[in-house]
């Protein structure tokens, strides 16, 4: 079945790095996805991963990926105030249907 | 990136009534559009795949007489939650694929629906 957790709460130091893991269970998904929510707001897509890569890093983003395990990763180097969001993880597949199943997000907290 | 509008913002209404929320793609044509439902501190739970030119898919468990969805223009999709009731406040939000390498889909800024 299609299957994505996360963790539901992250609190972190300014200034410290975080990372949110996410596991999915389809192995056939074809890229994996990072969005993020603020408050009252609709989703922004972060960055995503096609599953035959294992890292991709884009500024202070970076994206690690084990599809042996199924663990998807995002770290967030120097995490300032403005990263406190929520986050979701999601896979999908590649095609015209593209339907995106999405864990249940992690909020992150960050403090002074 | 692509940009996905949605139109309401907010909307509140009583018990009975219908509500409709417009979702369109602003620069780029979109033949399918997803409705996602969005419980408080919950995950995006898709509710329907939106075709152009053809009738909705909905997901298990969801009503198609009560969430009416309308495919209208490859720019415009409608969501109408007809004879609203309490449980039905929610956040919706829809999204569009870009079709490319990717199919990376970019999501609306969100309605949210208060049912009195």
């Known amino acids: 079945g299609e299957d994505v957790e996360q963790s539901l709460f992250l609190s972190v130091r300014e200034g410290d790095s975080s990372v949110i893991n996410c596991t999915y269970t389809?192995?056939?998904?074809?890229?994996l996805y990072w969005y993020k929510q603020e408050p009252g707001a609709g989703l922004q897509l972060l960055t995503y991963?096609?599953?035959?890569?294992d890292m991709k890093q884009d500024q202070r983003l970076t994206v690690l990926l084990n599809k042996k395990d199924k663990h998807l990763s995002l770290r967030i180097a120097d995490t300032q105030t403005g990263d406190s969001a929520i986050y979701f993880c999601?896979?999908?597949?590649?095609?015209?249907?593209?339907?995106?199943?999405f864990g249940a997000g992690t909020r992150l907290a960050v403090h002074p | 990136g692509a940009v996905v509008s949605q139109h309401p913002s907010r909307v509140i209404c009583k018990s009975g009534t219908s509500v409709k929320i417009e979702c369109r793609s602003l620069?780029?044509?979109?033949?399918?559009m997803f409705w996602y439902r969005q419980f408080p501190k919950k995950s995006l739970m898709l509710m329907a795949t939106?075709?152009?030119?053809?009738?909705?898919?909905?997901e298990q468990g969801v009503e198609k007489d009560k969430f009416l969805i309308n495919h209208a223009s490859l720019t415009l999709s409608t969501l109408t939650v007809t004879s609203a009731h309490p449980e039905d406040s929610s956040f919706y939000i829809c999204?569009?694929?870009?079709?490319?390498?990717?199919?990376?889909?970019?999501f609306g800024p969100g309605t949210r629906l208060t049912v009195l």
């Open positions: 999204s569009a694929p870009v079709q490319g390498s990717t199919d990376t889909q970019y």
């Open positions: 389809d192995s056939s998904s074809t890229y």
């Open positions: 991963i096609f599953s035959n890569m």
């Open positions: 999601a896979e999908g597949k590649r095609g015209g249907y593209n339907k995106l199943i």
């Open positions: 620069d780029f044509q979109a033949t399918t």
């Open positions: 939106s075709n152009e030119g053809s009738k909705a898919t909905y």
